[in-house]
């Protein structure tokens, strides 16, 4: 692990190569300079990494994330001998418990997957396609020579080809033949209904057994559930999304923390907040399932925690009409925003033009699945620099994707060798950088170990900037994604009792 960090904080002299020049920080960090600006950075190693498809409005904000990480890794090198060991399922050189390979550890089943390939599907977008071909499959091939294709290793111009569904598809399709091995899917990128479809296909439990387990909190709902489906061990975490209030700061002060909060706010402040039509848009759905967590939950005396799992009508319907109720209540204040066809709506189908009328400040308070999104457009001069983006105490609902290893893998050394590096802090650190992926990770930010390790420091460049929350607030607040089954319900009831 302290390899890596090593490697990139080397610190060199400014000395010019082609048309680029080399400039070390104080930190010792060694950015690539053309024409007076940032366009990358230089690994110890020789190598560079440029800024391609990185905004430019970025760079002043990537110094600061850089300045951070050193800062992280100084504290981390130091502390690392005195943190307290991770807890792990068994010691490397222990019998690892992994279904199949019971008797063997993990150092072996490392040693066997030498050599192997690893065909992972996944929806290929251009950061996801991006950190997997630049970092874990250099990764893999430069440790264990293990070679990582995106799907089957053909080309293809179609992000979706090795998506989930197909991959499921796949995998029951093959498991006719031949359910426990041979099959041409080692490794899929999944969550949701996919992976509900794919469980009895899948191999495990094995992921709290892998030494990389111990950088997550098993017991936090959005582990335990995928949209209500149990996890059980079947899947290891890749990333988060969450969903984030946002404000401006000048006309909202002191922002709502719980949603009776919100509902008072909204009717203190008439049309000044809006959401957009749940049964076609996922932010408005995510708005909509705010008020039905906590009306139909806490607000009872009960919890959304009771609509997880097997679905009770008779409990939905005495619970829900509270939700219908107080949705109605603040729609007179909701703002009016262009149908499109000359009129106005209410809830439009896109939750674009609620985000424009936010950067005219005609709205005050807005909604996000993207805890850096405020943030993001503030660099890039779409939002007013007093915009704070914040969680709600009564519950932030989110949810993770996941990595699934089919039961008929061809390869599985070679995938769980893989889904290890991905778990790992390093493999998360990587891909949350944004110049490569810059997606939420999904690792136990309040875990002792974690908090004592120095990585603490070095993540925060994901927070720096002033207008995002803490991931310790965000991992305190998170709540998990209901059923897919059940969100659908909420939706078509919203329309009948609310909309209508």
Request: proline letters at 6%.
């Amino acid at each position: 692990m302290w390899k890596f960090v090593a490697i990139l904080f080397l610190a060199s002299a400014c000395y010019a190569q082609d048309d680029s020049e080399i400039v070390a920080t104080a930190d010792g960090i060694m950015f690539i300079m053309q024409d007076g600006q940032k366009v990358g950075y230089r690994l110890g190693n020789g190598s560079d990494v440029y800024f391609t498809d990185f905004p430019s409005e970025w760079r002043k904000y990537t110094d600061t994330m850089f300045s951070v990480m050193k800062h992280g890794f100084d504290i981390g090198v130091a502390a690392a001998a005195s943190a307290p060991a991770p807890p792990v399922a068994a010691p490397t050189n222990a019998a690892s418990g992994l279904p199949g390979f019971e008797d063997l550890s993990w150092n072996e089943i490392e040693s066997r997957a030498v050599g192997g390939t690893v065909n992972f599907w996944m929806w290929n977008g251009v950061g996801a396609n991006r950190w997997v071909t630049q970092w874990l499959a250099k990764r893999m091939k430069e440790r264990f020579h293990i070679t990582v294709n995106v799907g089957t290793g053909v080309a293809s111009s179609n992000p979706g080809t090795y998506g989930a569904p197909q991959a499921v598809a796949k995998v029951m399709e093959e498991s006719k033949s031949n359910p426990t091995d041979g099959g041409s899917v080692d490794l899929i990128w999944i969550n949701g209904a996919n992976f509900k479809n794919l469980k009895p296909y899948a191999y495990g439990p094995f992921a709290w057994k892998l030494p990389s387990s111990s950088n997550y909190n098993w017991r936090s709902p959005e582990m335990v559930f995928d949209f209500g489906t149990p996890t059980e061990g079947y899947e290891m975490p890749y990333n988060a999304a969450q969903f984030v209030f946002y404000c401006n700061t000048l006309q909202v002060p002191s922002p709502p923390k719980t949603i009776p909060d919100l509902v008072n706010w909204i009717k203190g402040n008439s049309g000044r907040f809006t959401y957009a039509d749940p049964t076609v848009d996922f932010l408005g759905s995510a708005v909509m399932k705010h008020f039905f967590y906590y009306y139909a939950g806490e607000a009872q005396g009960g919890s959304y925690s009771d609509f997880i799992g097997d679905f009770d009508e008779a409990l939905y319907l005495k619970r829900s009409k509270m939700v219908w109720a107080k949705l109605k209540e603040i729609e007179p204040f909701l703002a009016d925003i262009d149908n499109g066809s000359g009129g106005k709506t209410k809830y439009p189908a896109s939750h674009d033009k609620i985000r424009d009328k936010f950067a005219s400040t005609d709205i005050w308070l807005d909604g996000a699945y993207d805890p850096t999104h405020a943030s993001t457009q503030i660099l890039n001069g779409v939002y007013q620099n007093e915009t704070k983006s914040f969680v709600m105490d009564t519950g932030s609902i989110s949810n993770i994707n996941f990595v699934a290893i089919p039961k008929n893998a061809k390869n599985k050394y070679a995938a769980l060798v893989t889904t290890n590096v991905i778990a790992s802090i390093e493999g998360v650190f990587t891909r949350t950088q944004p110049e490569l992926w810059g997606p939420l990770p999904a690792y136990d930010a309040n875990s002792d170990y974690f908090l004592n390790s120095g990585w603490d420091a070095a993540f925060d460049y994901i927070t720096t900037h002033h207008a995002a929350p803490t991931v310790e607030d965000l991992t305190r607040t998170r709540v998990p994604e209901l059923a897919s089954t059940v969100q659908q319900r909420i939706e078509a009831d919203w329309k009948k009792c609310v909309m209508q």
